[in-house]
């Protein structure tokens, strides 16, 4: 009997210990959190012109191109925005489409700022919901080997002179860069979630048509 008294006496001595202290409660970091980026925060000074030089590597493709997209008066090659077209195509359907002119400016300042190759996580995106930049070949998804994403996210800001969507995506090591549809505010983002669900979305139309190469 004396033993099972204190065998009494220490449960309910573990349940008042409990009951003092409550399991604490996880904190959840979202998924997604994003917001208009303030106009205090845009680019008001002119952006210098950049020297056209990309160096390239589409991973998922495993190719990757060395070009300037100026020629030598300082319009654009036509070739070398082809060649680049043709690595930002659709992984899944293989379409191509011209891609945003700006958007490869913006790529060759970043090359110019970081002088390392950049690699190209995702591009053009023909099966993806029509809503996303990726659809309207205004987007890219990019990394640079030794370079940190906040490193990289920080320099791109420092471009965007309003109009320019950035997130930064920790989980899979990548920033997006693009420019939202006329008349949107730039806007940021960070997304834990990881590179897209792997769900096909039906596209309900068809962005610019791809460049040809020329000689």
Known sequence: MRRIGVFVVAA??????????PKAKHSR??????????????????????SGEIDLKAENLGEEVHVNIYKADGSFDEASL?????????????????????????????????????NLV?????????SSRHYHASAMD????????????????????????????????FIHVDFRAPGEPSYRWTDYSGHNSGKKHKSTGRTQPARKPTS
């Open 29 to 50: 970091v979202a998924a997604f959190s994003g917001h208009n980026a303030a106009p205090s925060t845009l680019r008001t000074d002119p952006l210098a012109r950049p």
């Open 82 to 118: 082809a060649k680049l077209d043709d690595l930002f195509r659709c992984v899944r359907t293989g379409e191509v489409r011209a891609v945003r002119r700006e958007l490869y400016e913006q790529l060759s300042r970043i090359y110019d700022h970081f002088g390392k190759q950049i």
């Open 12 to 21: 309910l001595c573990i349940a008042q210990v409990a009951s003092a202290h």
């Open 142 to 173: 990019i990394r640079i080997p030794g370079v940190s994403i906040n490193e990289m996210y920080k320099f791109a800001e420092s471009l965007d002179a309003g109009g320019m969507g950035l997130g930064l995506y920790p989980t899979s090591q």
């Open 122 to 130: 995702s591009g053009f995106r023909f099966a993806e919901r029509n």
